[in-house]
């Protein structure tokens, strides 16, 4: 089987280029196109897959491009000859289904990363209405399947598969570099965020950063007045070059909680500093299952708002807390409530890494989207 990948960007997604390998593996002849001029140009190829350097993302910004865009795409395609495409992103399923229109015999899916264009009925909609009798998709949560079943969409259509991750790569350590690296012993209760800064969409009605940045620094300031010793320490840069976000951060955290937060940037070694952290805290306010996988594949005791795909892992009681986005409060109070019962909240992590193992190993959805190919080629045919 021949597959071809769409993928909008060469500096992520890290997550696509795991899959890709391990497909690779499976057997599957992979093409991806990807743009030029990122880290991950070079990646691909060196997993076995064959890299086409061609952006294949809706140019929302200058529409008047698509027209040759969608003649590139179809030329490629022609030349390729794939069993099935492949999308990871809402912009490259656009173009996908745009170019090719919608009665286009070859099977294509959509992966979806994230559920924030479903949360959004205009977005949904319109995203829904390029499809044609050959799309399906895979929801990487329980969340976005569900939801694309409420829109209508048959169940034959949906199916689900996690993106998967790297089991050696997230594996619990005893200790970790972080506590040297601040200069505290343990008696100091770190509280750790690891997630890139996303600024604010007005068109989407944000007022705060999608990943929820400001009510965990809101929740630390309401934490140090029990803890004064904690530290909360978020790691990450901002997203896109959008450090005028960041800044903006770092202003409101020094204002609200002075040094008791401390930013580190963007980081290649979270792997060393997550045994460090007491309680691993993912406060996004719409999410697919986030850092979840990386603090609990770690046995971190966890926190996440209930959205998106964060329930299918972090379940109360068993494997973590669950609070309501944009609930400072209630979060200052599952952060305090893991600090005072850090036995049982290492317990719940240890069942939580048992979950998390099982769930995304990327060797097993990979397997499972195969299986997927096959499914719906089949279909196709009959």
Not at 130 to 136: P, Q
Not at 141 to 156: A, F, K, P, V
Not at 179 to 208: C, N, S
Request: charged letters at 20%.
């Amino acid at each position: 089987m021949k597959s071809f990948h769409l993928i909008k960007t060469s500096i992520g997604a890290g997550w696509a280029l795991r899959q890709i390998r391990e497909l690779v593996s499976l057997g599957i002849v992979v093409h991806v196109a990807l743009p030029e001029g990122g880290p991950l140009v070079g990646e691909y190829s060196a997993v076995g897959a064959t890299e086409h350097l061609f952006q294949t993302d809706f140019p929302i910004r200058s529409p008047w491009m698509f027209p040759a865009l969608a003649v590139q795409f179809r030329r490629l395609v022609n030349e390729i000859k794939p069993d099935i495409i492949h999308s990871h992103f809402v912009g490259t399923t656009l173009t996908m289904r745009l170019a090719l229109g919608r009665s286009h015999s070859i099977p294509r899916v959509f992966q979806v990363p994230g559920p924030l264009h479903l949360e959004h009925p205009f977005f949904r909609n319109t995203e829904i209405a390029t499809a044609g009798f050959a799309d399906h998709w895979i929801g990487s949560c329980q969340w976005t399947c569900d939801r694309y079943g409420q829109s209508g969409i048959e169940n034959g259509r949906i199916h689900l598969s996690y993106y998967g991750g790297d089991l050696d790569a997230f594996q619990q350590r005893t200790t970790g570099s972080l506590r040297k690296e601040l200069g505290v012993d343990y008696r100091t209760k770190i509280i750790g965020m690891v997630a890139f800064m996303y600024a604010p969409k007005a068109y989407l009605g944000q007022r705060r950063g999608l990943k929820g940045h400001e009510d965990l620094i809101d929740a630390v300031a309401i934490c140090k007045q029990k803890f004064p010793d904690l530290l909360c320490v978020i790691i990450g840069g901002a997203w896109n070059n959008k450090k005028s976000y960041e800044d903006q951060v770092r202003r409101y955290a020094a204002t609200k909680c002075g040094d008791k937060v401390i930013f580190l940037g963007t980081r290649h070694d979270v792997p060393d500093l997550y045994p460090d952290i007491d309680v691993a805290v993912h406060p996004s306010h719409s999410e697919n299952v986030g850092g979840a996988v990386e603090s609990l594949m770690n046995a971190i005791p966890t926190i996440a708002s209930n959205v998106g795909g964060f329930p299918d892992l972090v379940r109360p009681g068993d494997t973590g807390w669950l609070v309501p986005p944009k609930s400072p409060e209630i979060l200052a109070d599952a952060i305090m409530e893991v600090l005072n019962n850090s036995d049982h909240a290492r317990c719940l992590a240890r069942r939580g890494q048992v979950l998390a193992n099982n769930l995304f190993d990327v060797r097993r959805t990979a397997t499972e989207v195969a299986d997927i190919y096959e499914k719906i080629c089949s279909r196709n045919i009959s």
